[in-house]
């Protein structure tokens, strides 16, 4: 199975502060149909997982544009340009081009 | 509007079946390309994911769990299921479905306590 290593696992920031989660992965993630499945969600506080990212950098219908996405292979990372307050809770990054499909074990955002 | 809800059991013994069902409206599951997966989490911990089926009916599985799961659908109701069987504590979690269109909606989770 491909292993996704998310780093750091806890972050805190400031209301207004940029911040960047890294995603690593075991193998490449690029898809022989040229497409690298490659997803970022945040799930708030007893909500469900909500998609900002899919396919490495393309951010999801209504999502802020302070999130962004990047990366190739087997490096990405997720970049928050100015962090607000609801923005607190858990990131996971998930890949879908290998089964079986595999998450990250989460970034946990708090705000100072 | 694209909406997803779990419903299930709630609570079953050791060695039972736990049966869920995935209710969907916005979208269906004849369309070309679509398809509906299941994803569980444990309390305070990771998302792991089970099992997906599309359109045309092909199915996949995790491998850790490939015996004890089926995902079928029926496509008339809006409505796509996961059956796990033998079920233990192990398996006591939230269980989430999500539409397989690039991972765009995602229910509201069901809690499922295993315990004898």
């Known amino acids: 199975d491909v292993v996704l290593t998310q780093t750091p696992s806890i972050l805190s920031a400031t209301i207004g502060q940029s911040v960047s989660i890294s995603c690593r992965s075991s193998q490449s993630l690029l898809d022989s149909d040229g497409n690298t499945y490659l997803y970022w969600f945040l799930q708030r506080p007893g909500q469900s997982p909500q998609r900002l990212i899919y396919?490495?950098?393309n951010l999801g219908s209504g999502v802020p544009n302070r999130f962004s996405g990047s990366g190739s292979g087997t490096d990405f990372t997720l970049k928050i340009s100015g962090v607000e307050a609801e923005d607190l809770g858990v990131y996971y990054c998930m890949q879908a081009t290998h089964a079986p499909l595999t998450f990250g074990s989460g970034t946990k955002l708090e705000i100072k | 509007q694209v909406t997803l809800k779990e419903s299930g059991p709630g609570i079953l013994q050791p060695s039972q079946t736990l049966s869920l069902t995935c209710t969907f409206s916005?979208?269906?599951?004849?369309?070309?390309?679509?398809?509906v997966g299941w994803i569980r989490q444990p309390s305070g911990k990771g998302l792991e994911w089970l099992a997906n089926?599309?359109?045309?009916?092909?199915?996949y599985y995790n491998p850790s769990l490939k015996n004890r799961l089926t995902i079928s659908k029926d496509t008339s109701n809006n409505q796509a299921f996961l059956k796990i069987t033998n079920v233990d504590t192990a398996d006591t979690a939230t269980y989430y479905c999500?539409?397989?269109?690039?991972?765009?909606?995602w229910g509201q989770g069901v809690m499922v306590t295993v315990s004898s």
């Open positions: 089926i599309w359109w045309d009916d092909d199915k």
């Open positions: 916005g979208f269906s599951l004849s369309t070309y390309g679509m398809g």
């Open positions: 999500a539409r397989y269109y690039y991972f765009d909606y």
């Open positions: 396919l490495v950098s």
